[in-house]
């Protein structure tokens, strides 16, 4: 009987496919270019294997690409359809089951059946890092903590792959709020295994959360050679570097890396890099920093893609390119076209895209094409019922963090001063340290007039303090 490297049953699997699936779910772990490839190697040594189908399957929704995911769900079927489904252990059973409800647009059932799955089988990786990804796309901060974190006590301390489930736990205990835990599991993965890139990712993002952007350079700059080059994560984790640099006033700085690495003549034109890109242009954007002809150049390579309804989170970084490159008819044209598919679905059939881009998608959308119009209350009256929910389509606090200061900067600009009050009151509760809270203070402190700056001057020097030497206290003009 073949069995993969932590003692699972591998059905209708030779032993050189075992070794490539071995391979794979290590590239997975560790967000390694090649693990694509060693996906279809496995398929090529073992075409009859249920579980090199399906993570083949998996590969093709991991990277939210419509055309990958057409593709999977064809090459899916025919293998599908030939397969006596009650021969199969009951492992490969539920990934066969897990991947066919992703490529089916359940979102949901699948991460429920990985979860299952886990019950029965705590030392089954692949199964634990899809439903991970799976949590993260549909914005489960306490699945995302939980689903590894229950798993783990199964998992030996010097297994080498506890490691990276170390750094997934470490990502799932930050998005759920538990920043001194976060920090802690996440360095002690980063010190077992120093590239272990979705480690760093969640202290990272702890740094970020906090308004820690001083502490955040100096954890990325201390461990460049493991992070910046060589990895999946490679752009996204220079996209975090941006944010800090922006943090620190060093536009500079950001807009270096937004032209070496986040999108420039040879980019790859993968949506997860776009979607970085055009994040950190919307950042300038609420800052009125003009990029005229980045936007262009995004917008352009957004309007290449031609994608048809995937994945809402996708398309509102799509319309942030359109409304950032002034393309308002456009983005007009984008959402219309997602409100006709949307009225074609049916009601009732289980699809979490349809549901994301009803609740949360179509109204940030239509929300940043008014920002870009100037239209502020409107912007307030669309993003105001939703911003506690904004979760639900997916992605991080600090992704999602765009839409909030988007909401923040049209409160400010529409004199909504009652509601700018409170969302100021919200972030700087939550973190004290960061310049833009303060900033955006100050800002709504003259919008007030000579009333509101007395107030803010009434603030603790404690308060005040702190941000404003993290602020001197860094000058990084190198990347």
């Given at each position: 009987?073949?069995?993969?490297?932590?003692?699972?049953?591998?059905?209708?699997?030779?032993?050189?496919?075992?070794?490539?699936?071995?391979?794979?779910?290590e590239g997975l772990l560790f967000f390694r270019p090649e693990f694509p490839d060693a996906v279809a190697d496995a398929?090529?040594?073992?075409?009859?294997?249920?579980?090199?189908?399906?993570?083949?399957?998996?590969?093709?929704?991991?990277?939210?690409?419509?055309?990958?995911?057409?593709?999977?769900r064809r090459r899916f079927a025919e293998f599908d359809a030939g397969l006596d489904h009650s021969a199969l252990p009951r492992r490969e059973r539920m990934h066969m089951a897990a991947a066919e409800a992703w490529l089916a647009g359940d979102m949901g059932r699948a991460g429920q059946v990985l979860e299952e799955l886990v019950v029965e089988c705590p030392r089954d990786p692949l199964a634990l890092a899809v439903g991970h990804q799976l949590d993260f796309f549909t914005g489960d901060a306490t699945r995302l903590r939980d689903r590894i974190g229950g798993a783990l006590p199964a998992w030996a301390a010097d297994d080498p792959h506890r490691g990276p489930l170390m750094g997934m736990y470490a990502f799932g205990l930050e998005?759920?709020?538990?920043?001194?835990?976060?920090?802690?599991?996440?360095r002690a993965a980063v010190e077992q295994n120093p590239h272990d890139i979705w480690a760093i990712h969640a202290v990272v993002h702890v740094h970020?959360?906090?308004?820690?952007?001083?502490?955040?350079?100096?954890?990325?700059?201390?461990?460049?050679?493991?992070?910046?080059?060589?990895?999946?994560?490679?752009?996204?984790?220079?996209?975090?570097?941006?944010?800090?640099?922006?943090?620190?006033?060093?536009?500079?700085?950001?807009?270096r890396i937004y032209d070496a690495v986040l999108h420039h003549k040879d980019s790859t034109g993968f949506?997860?890099?776009?979607?970085?890109?055009?994040?950190?242009?919307?950042?300038?954007?609420?800052?009125?920093?003009?990029q005229?002809?980045?936007?262009?150049?995004?917008?352009?390579?957004?309007?290449?893609?031609?994608?048809?309804?995937?994945?809402?989170?996708?398309?509102?970084?799509?319309?942030?390119?359109?409304?950032?490159?002034?393309?308002?008819?456009?983005?007009?044209e984008f959402v219309a076209d997602?409100?006709?598919?949307?009225?074609?679905q049916e009601e009732g059939r289980p699809h979490t895209n349809r549901v994301m881009t009803g609740e949360i998608g179509l109204p940030v959308c239509e929300a940043l094409v008014a920002y870009v119009r100037g239209d502020y209350a409107s912007v307030v009256e669309l993003l105001w019922p939703i911003r506690r929910r904004l979760h639900t389509f997916g992605g991080s606090h600090a992704q999602r963090d765009a839409i909030q200061r988007t909401l923040l900067e049209a409160a400010i600009r529409a004199?909504?001063?009652?509601?700018?009050?409170?969302?100021?009151?919200?972030?700087?509760?939550?973190?004290?340290?960061?310049?833009?809270?303060?900033?955006?203070?100050?800002?709504?402190?003259?919008?007030?007039?000579?009333?509101?700056r007395a107030a803010v001057a009434r603030a603790t020097a404690s308060e005040l303090a702190a941000p404003a030497a993290a602020r001197l206290s860094r000058n990084p003009h190198h990347t």
């Amino acid at each position: 009987m073949v069995t993969d490297r932590y003692g699972n049953r591998l059905y209708e699997c030779t032993a050189e496919g075992a070794e490539h699936l071995d391979r794979a779910v290590e590239g997975l772990l560790f967000f390694r270019p090649e693990f694509p490839d060693a996906v279809a190697d496995a398929v090529a040594a073992s075409p009859a294997s249920p579980l090199a189908q399906a993570f083949a399957a998996y590969l093709g929704v991991l990277g939210t690409e419509s055309r990958d995911a057409a593709e999977a769900r064809r090459r899916f079927a025919e293998f599908d359809a030939g397969l006596d489904h009650s021969a199969l252990p009951r492992r490969e059973r539920m990934h066969m089951a897990a991947a066919e409800a992703w490529l089916a647009g359940d979102m949901g059932r699948a991460g429920q059946v990985l979860e299952e799955l886990v019950v029965e089988c705590p030392r089954d990786p692949l199964a634990l890092a899809v439903g991970h990804q799976l949590d993260f796309f549909t914005g489960d901060a306490t699945r995302l903590r939980d689903r590894i974190g229950g798993a783990l006590p199964a998992w030996a301390a010097d297994d080498p792959h506890r490691g990276p489930l170390m750094g997934m736990y470490a990502f799932g205990l930050e998005e759920s709020g538990h920043y001194d835990r976060a920090q802690e599991v996440g360095r002690a993965a980063v010190e077992q295994n120093p590239h272990d890139i979705w480690a760093i990712h969640a202290v990272v993002h702890v740094h970020e959360m906090r308004g820690r952007f001083a502490e955040g350079i100096d954890f990325l700059e201390a461990r460049l050679d493991d992070w910046a080059s060589g990895s999946l994560l490679t752009v996204h984790s220079w996209w975090h570097y941006a944010l800090y640099a922006l943090e620190a006033g060093d536009t500079g700085t950001a807009l270096r890396i937004y032209d070496a690495v986040l999108h420039h003549k040879d980019s790859t034109g993968f949506v997860m890099e776009l979607l970085d890109a055009a994040a950190l242009l919307w950042r300038f954007l609420l800052d009125d920093l003009d990029q005229d002809a980045r936007w262009q150049t995004l917008a352009d390579a957004w309007a290449a893609r031609e994608d048809p309804p995937f994945y809402a989170f996708n398309d509102v970084h799509a319309v942030m390119a359109f409304a950032g490159a002034g393309r308002l008819e456009r983005a007009d044209e984008f959402v219309a076209d997602r409100r006709r598919w949307l009225a074609a679905q049916e009601e009732g059939r289980p699809h979490t895209n349809r549901v994301m881009t009803g609740e949360i998608g179509l109204p940030v959308c239509e929300a940043l094409v008014a920002y870009v119009r100037g239209d502020y209350a409107s912007v307030v009256e669309l993003l105001w019922p939703i911003r506690r929910r904004l979760h639900t389509f997916g992605g991080s606090h600090a992704q999602r963090d765009a839409i909030q200061r988007t909401l923040l900067e049209a409160a400010i600009r529409a004199r909504r001063d009652d509601l700018a009050r409170l969302l100021l009151g919200e972030r700087t509760g939550l973190s004290p340290h960061s310049p833009y809270n303060w900033l955006g203070q100050a800002r709504l402190a003259d919008a007030l007039g000579e009333a509101g700056r007395a107030a803010v001057a009434r603030a603790t020097a404690s308060e005040l303090a702190a941000p404003a030497a993290a602020r001197l206290s860094r000058n990084p003009h190198h990347t």
